[in-house]
């Protein structure tokens, strides 16, 4: 028995607890190995990989132990990416988590990166997002009704001071009002939030 045929079919296990299986096998530099989940994702990778369980499967929960990325061309460093995995901290990070976030989910949908990334485009607000990389905008899930979910049907873009009025207005006891000094006749000054201050 050659060493393709030996090393066909080997199954093996990812540091995620997931099996693969090698399915083509050319040489120790190009191997095709099929995860052994209901995506059945292929992948190609080098033998040595294998044996180290070092190969990536997209569909393993690595984002906040929930979150996937799937097969998409974006990064992790893209704007979209970020975008996408600060949406998830706020609900799943159990050290960052607010308490304003305690009962808010992400849909089934968006804990997959590429899908998020297909409905980007129709999340109402897309265009003034896509169009100020530069500016803060929030993906906000309460503006279209009091949500504890983001999805498609209840997420928009809007800017930072329109997300700070509608908290505010939502629920006036949250927000703490900032009392300054003028610097230039010494009056106080009082806002009854930082949109104001806009």
């Known amino acids: 028995m ?17 099996k693969f ?19 059945k994702h292929r992948t190609h990778t080098d033998y040595r990989w294998c044996v180290k369980g070092s190969v990536d499967n997209p569909y ?13 061309s974006f990064k992790r460093d893209s704007r979209e990416y970020v975008l996408w995995s600060d949406m998830l901290r706020r609900c799943y990070a159990v050290e ?3 308490k304003t976030y305690k009962q808010c989910i992400v849909c089934d ?8 990334c297909e409905d980007l485009p129709y999340i109402d607000g897309y265009d003034f ?4 990389p530069n500016q803060k905008i929030a993906l906000d899930k309460d503006i279209k009704g ?8 209840t997420c928009s873009f809007v800017s930072i001071s329109e997300n700070s009025k509608e908290r505010q207005q939502r629920n006036p006891s949250a927000t703490k ?3 300054g000094i003028n610097i230039k006749d010494g009056t106080m000054i009082r806002f009854s939030s930082t949109s104001e201050i806009n």
């Open 2 to 18: 050659g060493l393709k045929e030996e090393r066909l079919g080997q199954i093996f296990t990812n540091r995620c607890g997931t």
């Open 21 to 39: 299986i090698i399915v083509e096998y050319n040489n120790c530099n190009d191997v095709v190995v099929e995860f052994q989940d209901e995506h």
């Open 60 to 72: 393993d929960k690595t984002v906040y132990n929930i979150g996937y990325r799937g097969v998409t």
């Open 96 to 98: 960052n988590r607010n």
């Open 109 to 116: 949908r968006w804990l997959c990166f590429a899908n998020f």
């Open 129 to 132: 997002w896509k169009s100020n």
């Open 146 to 153: 009091d949500s504890t979910i983001y999805s498609l049907e």
């Open 177 to 179: 009002p900032i009392i």
